[in-house]
Nanobody, 119 residues
Framework: QVQLVESGGGTVQAGGSLRLSCAAS????????MGWYRQAPGKQRELVAQITTGRTTDYADSVKGRFTISRDSAKNTVYLQMTSLKPEDTAVYYC?????????????WGQGTQVTVSS
């Protein structure tokens, strides 16, 4: 079993900052790409940022220059530093990890953490 647990969400005023964390635990041999997605009410889930084991990063155009993704592979943990937050960043943020366990490989999702940006 693999579990992803997110933390760090909350409510912040526009222009503020938040840092999200996501720790993967369980029978993990290694984790490959890890990423953050978000889903706002009435909208589809979208990719926010992702990072490979080689630390190659990719960002949605809407967050470039404001969000930074990083990881600690030894801890199977991924972070999302969010700055200059805007009301349109309000959403539930989910982390996803491509995880290798003993005998299998698959994508796992966290339960989500709410981020609310007030104007």
């Amino acid at each position: 079993q693999v579990q992803l647990v997110e933390s760090g969400g909350g409510t912040v005023q526009a222009g503020g900052s938040l840092r999200l964390s996501c720790a993967a635990s369980g029978s993990i041999v290694s984790s490959n790409a890890m990423g953050w997605y978000r889903q706002a009410p009435g909208k589809q889930r979208e990719l926010v940022a992702q990072i490979t084991t080689g630390r190659t990063t990719d960002y949605a155009d809407s967050v470039k220059g404001r969000f930074t993704i990083s990881r600690d592979s030894a801890k199977n943990t991924v972070y999302l530093q969010m700055t200059s937050l805007k009301p349109e960043d309000t959403a539930v943020y989910y982390c996803k990890a491509d995880v290798i366990t003993r005998g299998s490989r698959g994508d796992y999702w966290g339960q989500g953490t709410q981020v609310t940006v007030s104007s």
